[in-house]
């Protein structure tokens, strides 16, 4: 696994992301699914490119399983965008880096500029 890209726990959750002070992209994944493996490497590049503007974390939900019902996750993978404390976007289903490079301008760039690659 990347090391940018941290697991967070029941535990962590609050103080990892939702007070980040940054934006947090939240991946929700199992080590059995598929399209969860297919999205590790979009998801680490995107780690690497937007190093220091956007925190990207993973919640396995096996392990923790609070989690996913706490904020309705209901399929994975699951990417969850996380402003000010507050889930703002989300999209489900595997997706290639193109696909997440416009999911996260579309939900980041407003009002801020805040994302550029």
């Known amino acids: 696994m990347n090391t940018l890209i941290p697991s967070v726990t029941s535990a962590s959750f609050d103080a990892d992301v939702l007070q980040s002070s940054e934006p947090v992209l ?6 059995w699914c598929g399209p969860c493996k ?3 490497p979009a998801l680490e590049s995107a780690a690497d490119r937007y190093a220091g503007r956007l925190k990207i974390a993973k919640v396995n939900i096996d392990q923790e ?3 996913p019902a ?3 996750v209901r399929g994975i993978p699951t990417l ?3 402003k000010d404390g507050k889930p703002v976007a989300t999209q489900v289903g595997a997706v290639s880096s193109a696909q ?3 999911f996260l301008q579309a939900h980041l760039n ?3 500029g805040a994302l550029r690659p």
């Open 26 to 31: 939240v991946d929700f994944w199992a080590e």
């Open 38 to 40: 297919m999205i590790a």
């Open 65 to 67: 399983g609070q989690l």
């Open 70 to 72: 706490r904020f309705q």
């Open 80 to 82: 969850m965008l996380f």
């Open 100 to 102: 997440l490079d416009s």
């Open 110 to 112: 407003v009002g801020t």
